[in-house]
């Protein structure tokens, strides 16, 4: 029964850093219906300038590490997404995937096999809660992922740039009428996503894990699957899309020894398995809206 | 000292050294006579290598060529294979098997053999058309299935001898009784399985259980694994894992209270840049690994050849050891030519004649001993050695344990 | 005068194009002909792509029913050994059995591809790829598990097959089989309706086009198209592993399909599957003229490998921001400027070819 209960509430730290993962890739879908195949190296490049600037001052390094990626964020999407205004969004998500693999290269040019430590206050302390003994950066990563993604609901709900980015989902009209145009729309929605890439960043390459190294580039890859089983057009979905994932992950890696004859490895194979299931019942995720076919 | 045996030594210097001279001359009388296959001139002798250096395993594969380079460059000047000078022709697969197989077909005719292949799917697609070809292969990978007994040979023990070596080794150490426990954390694959296989045969020699837990390439939380191991209070655990993941899997085995020595399956889990973060001291005291290879810092004549060749060389590739290794696969593989040309046949199927009759070959400690004739599947080499990771020194590891073999090694028909 | 050159033009191209596949082994040497031999290989797969993105549905899966050819003709094909079970079959039938089995997968999955629009198709097709290589490392008798399995030279009619001369006619002449069957498709009544989608998809149906049937379709054709592009892959490589069918695989016949033009099927993708496998090697022979990339492992400068990865994602971003018809239609333009100028004709006007069924903004 105790070990349950830390499965879940490790699963659910883990769950917390998918979903703020998944997140990034939602808010720049649900603003411009493109998947950011480059959300991955942004993490990696976010999370690289803070941990060679954390010697320094930890808390100004993140600073620096989110300005970085924000400015990048924003050229990306002023160079290469405006340019591409009006096209096919199947195009401009292809084009991301061309973006991800410049980006990575010069990443293992750069980075290679360093390992930096993110020198955040956490450290390796522990933390103690309903008797589970926990990693105290781990903790943090899920109360960060909640902050964030309540923060993220109210704005969308209450605030008049919120409003303008749910009305982008249903109409792109609407929400010009409304004085923001779509391509400053975008470039927020690409910030954002910035942003959150460098915060996922650092929290994953906390303890336990021993920091930042090429590795990170590719396990963004592996929050899809959380942001396409809550919505990809739904922020609160991404969040909770993490957290089942999550969870479920560290519920099948937990009891394998039960689930041998589902082969090694399984739980890497379970996050698809699960979306392709959800996909099958519910093509818009558990928390999207379907969409409307129009001529 | 009595000075007539210095001038006794000195003659018989001389007198090899003349001797030597003769029998493989530069562009001498018997270097023509020796018969010739592809890649072997009057004066060059070249053999390929394929690696890996711009891809995941794109570092260690510079510094197994930059080991190679180093042993090429000093055996050149000093006379060189045959008297003729070696040449590496590099091929970068970027660690996909279908580039591996265009380089491999792009170089075959223009070398006299491989002289290393990084990638265990590589060197698996490869190997029946390597065999067809009749070139010595040997593969950085160190799985039974490729030792044919014909044209391969791994710089080292097989993975399940190693980890037969080390477990039984950390079972002592722990004083681990029977109807004890004892773990592996492992990676699903090739490699994988032979770790696990050597763990569950040294469980069954001491009457030992297995906790196991499979780990993938993308996982970052062990919170699963550690529970199992600790559930099982399994007291030495086997792991094979990419570097950062063990320092993940250490530092949680840490805060679990889990009290176990954790084995490495090899020193490619580890990266000494490890030592700089804060699994640091966990490392440090709670990690050992089985090797068949030298460390960087080993304190070995043959290690320090290689540490002045490098330092000479002026090299930016990172001192670890990997370079070792790859010096002493180049040392083996010119060992075999050398002596193919001493039989008088550089054409491939003289030189697996040689070498499937060869006597062991010794590296200086480098590697362990290896010996081609034991057959298909038979582990070469049978000797792991332990190591301790020590910030201290370059390369972040130190040898604790000098080359040995386990009584299960010994009588488990390996 | 125009037709008789219009008439000539359609015949010496294709002559020519045949003349080069035959005499090519004669041309080059081992190395580059098993280059060129994996480029239409995976051409071949490129076009399966490539008539699945012009029914709006993208896949990333591809590597998935390559591996689905790949491993099957491996079990039929290869005798039974060790650890391995295998059937022994002769090669034209295993062959034939491995693209039906790819094709099968496909027909499998198809009702995903008609229910999810092309973006969430694309992150689903993308869990196949995990999902197949979990079982090629798990069903150990049927693919050999993490070492995968060795295949004998394949043997038609009394020949055997093993040398690089002999694979590169094979696969050529497959290649161009197949190549031709896609055109024809593509022009007949498929590519009509296909043409007609268009208009957009609920437009289509109003004309009585079954666009659920063409979607499924697509994709049944699509994963033969890679089932067979797979076994043929085995086939040259004599082996089968599960590295071999990575999400990087996948990525780079999209990348392919991309730069050599979506629009136009099967010029594009063979132009970008020819374009993907030769450039890394072409970078790593001249390697010596750029300054920048260092001529071996040890040099200052990156790898040439590693340039080639940095100029493939500029292409891919350029391609698209410039000319979304990729390669094929800028040769195309080319061509037809040059025409226009050797006949000195005024009156032409060039007819936009990226018009495709994607190149819209769908909301």
New interface residues.
């Given amino acids: 029964m105790k070990?349950l209960a830390?499965?879940l509430l490790?699963?659910a730290?883990?769950g917390g850093l998918y979903g703020l993962l998944a997140l990034g890739f939602v808010v720049i879908?649900k603003a411009t219906?493109v998947?950011n195949f480059a959300h991955g190296s942004f993490v990696l490049l976010g999370a690289y300038v803070v941990a060679r600037f954390s010697s320094w001052s930890f808390w100004g390094a993140l600073a620096i590490g989110v300005l970085v990626t924000v400015v990048l964020a924003l050229l990306a999407e002023r160079l290469?997404i405006r340019?591409?205004a009006?096209?096919?969004?199947?195009?401009?998500?292809?084009?991301t995937?061309?973006?991800?693999?410049?980006?990575l290269?010069?990443a293992?040019?750069e980075i290679?096999?360093?390992?930096l430590?993110t020198r955040d206050p956490w450290?390796?302390k522990?933390v103690v809660l309903l008797g589970l003994?926990?990693?105290q950066a781990r903790l943090v990563a899920l109360l960060v992922s909640i902050v964030v993604a309540v923060s993220f609901f109210i704005w969308l709900r209450y605030s008049r740039w919120g409003l303008a980015f749910r009305a982008a989902t249903e109409k792109?009209e609407a929400a010009a009428l409304m004085g923001i145009g779509l391509g400053t729309l975008s470039a927020l929605a690409w910030a954002i996503a910035g942003a959150l890439a460098t915060v996922s960043g650092v929290l994953?390459a906390t303890?336990?894990?021993?920091?930042v190294?090429l590795?990170l580039g590719?396990?963004a890859?592996?929050a899809?699957?959380a942001?396409?089983i809550g919505g990809?057009e739904s922020a609160p979905g991404a969040i909770i899309g993490g957290l089942i994932v999550?969870i479920g992950?560290?519920?099948?890696?937990?009891?394998?020894?039960y689930l041998t004859w589902l082969?090694?490895?399984?739980?890497?194979?379970f996050t698809?398995?699960l979306?392709?299931l959800v996909?099958?019942v519910r093509?818009q995720g558990l928390f999207g809206q379907k969409?409307i076919?129009?001529? | 000292m009595r000075p007539s045996s210095l001038v006794t030594r000195a003659a018989i210097g001389a007198i090899g050294a003349v001797l030597t001279l003769t029998a493989c001359g530069s562009g001498g009388g018997s270097a023509d006579a020796v018969k010739a296959g592809p890649g072997v001139s009057a004066h060059t002798i070249r053999i390929g290598h394929l690696t890996d250096l711009s891809g995941p395993f794109g570092t260690v594969g510079k510094a197994f060529l930059d080991g190679a380079e180093l042993f090429v460059k000093d055996r050149n000047a000093h006379g060189g294979v045959c008297g003729r000078d070696l040449e590496l022709v590099v091929e970068d697969h970027g660690y996909d098997v279908q580039r591996a197989v265009t380089s491999y077909r792009k170089v075959k005719n223009d070398v006299i053999g491989i002289e290393s292949i990084l990638g265990g799917g590589m060197a698996n697609a490869l190997l029946p058309e390597l065999t067809k070809d009749k070139q010595l292969a040997s593969p950085l990978t160190w799985t039974s299935s490729l030792i044919n007994g014909g044209n391969v040979f791994l710089t080292g023990a097989t993975y399940e001898v190693q980890m037969v070596n080390a477990m039984s080794w950390a079972a002592d150490n722990r004083g681990v009784q029977k109807g004890d426990t004892i773990g592996f954390v492992g990676l699903s694959g090739e490699v994988g399985e032979a770790v696990l296989a050597g763990v569950e045969r040294v469980a069954e020699d001491r009457g030992l259980k297995v906790a196991k837990a499979f780990i993938a390439p993308t996982d970052t939380d062990f919170t699963g694994p550690i529970s199992t191991l600790t559930k099982a209070h399994a007291k030495v655990v086997a792991v094979i894992s990419t570097p950062p993941q063990l320092a993940t899997l250490m530092s949680s085995a840490d805060s679990a209270s889990l009290d176990a020595l954790w084995v490495g399956a090899s020193p490619s889990i580890f990266s000494p840049s490890l030592l700089d973060g804060p699994a640091k001291q966990v490392l440090e005291d709670n990690l050992v690994i089985g090797s068949g290879q030298a460390p960087w810092a080993a304190d070995s004549k043959a290690a320090q050849k290689v540490r002045d060749l490098y330092k000479k060389s002026g090299s930016k590739v990172a001192p670890q050891s990997s370079i070792m290794t790859g010096y002493a696969q180049a040392e083996i593989f010119a060992a075999v030519l050398e002596k193919a040309c001493q039989d008088g046949d550089l054409t491939r199927e003289g030189i697996l004649k040689t070498f499937q009759s060869m006597d062991p070959v010794d590296t200086g400690g480098l590697v362990s001993t290896l010996d081609f004739t034991r057959g298909k599947g038979k582990s070469q080499g049978l000797e792991t050695a332990i190591l301790k990771p020590t910030s201290s020194v370059d390369g972040g590891l130190q040898q604790v344990q000098a080359a040995f073999t386990s009584d299960e090694v010994k009588n488990g028909g390996y | 005068m125009r037709d008789q050159l219009r008439l000539s033009s359609s015949t010496v191209v294709p002559a020519a194009v045949v003349l080069i596949l035959v005499l090519l082994p004669f041309v080059l040497d081992d190395g580059w002909l098993t280059v060129s031999t994996l480029a239409l290989v995976l051409g071949i797969a490129a076009i399966g792509l490539s008539l699945l993105y012009s029914t709006g549905q993208l896949s990333l899966g591809h590597a998935f029913f390559m591996a689905i050819g790949g491993y099957s003709y491996g079990f039929l094909a290869a005798p039974s050994g060790e650890d391995v079970l295998g059937l022994g079959l002769p090669a034209p039938v295993a062959l034939v059995i491995a693209v039906a089995t790819a094709g099968f997968c496909g027909l499998l999955f198809s009702p995903i591809g008609s229910r999810l629009g092309g973006l969430p198709l694309a992150v689903a097709t993308l869990g196949l790829v995990f999902l197949g290589h979990h079982i090629a490392l798990n069903a150990g008798p049927v693919t050999g598990g993490a070492r995968g399995r060795l295949l004998e030279p394949i043997g038609l009619g009394g020949l055997v097959l093993d040398d690089s001369r002999s694979l590169w006619w094979l696969v050529a002449a497959v290649t161009a089989v197949v190549a031709l069957l896609a055109h024809r498709l593509m022009s007949g009544r498929v590519g009509l309706s296909l043409r007609a989608l268009h208009g957009g998809e609920l437009f289509a149906g109003t004309m009585g086009i079954d666009v659920r049937r063409r979607k499924a379709g697509a994709f049944v054709v699509s994963s033969m198209y890679a089932g067979l592009s797979g076994a043929l892959f085995s086939v040259v490589s004599g082996a089968v592993v599960p590295e071999t069918f990575d999400l990087t695989l996948s990525l780079n016949i999209l990348i392919m399909i991309v730069l050599g033009g979506t629009g136009l099927v099967v010029v594009g993708s063979l132009v970008g599957a020819v374009l993907i496998t030769v450039l890394p090697e072409l970078l790593r022979e001249y390697a010596g003229l750029f300054p920048f990339i260092a001529p071996d492992a040890l040099s200052e400068g990156i790898s040439p490998s590693s340039a080639a990865q940095f100029v493939y994602g500029v292409a891919v971003i350029a391609i698209l921001i410039a000319e979304p018809g990729g390669l094929a239609v800028l040769a195309q333009r080319a061509g037809r400027s040059v025409r226009r100028r050797l006949r000195g004709d005024e009156h032409d006007t060039v007819v936009p070819i990226a018009d495709h069924p994607l190149e819209r903004n769908h909301t």
Avoid: C, K, W
């Fill in positions: 070990e830390f499965f490790s699963g730290a883990l879908y219906h998947l290469l340019t591409m009006g096209r096919a969004v199947l195009s401009v998500t292809i084009m995937v061309g973006l991800d693999i410049v980006l290269t010069a293992r040019t290679n096999t360093q390992l430590p450290g390796d522990q003994v926990m990693p792109r994953l303890y336990p894990y021993p920091g190294n590795d590719t396990i890859l592996a899809l699957p942001a396409v990809l999550g992950q560290i519920l099948v890696q937990g009891y394998q020894e082969g090694a490895g399984f739980h890497e194979v698809f398995g979306m392709l996909l099958l093509p969409e076919v129009r001529a």
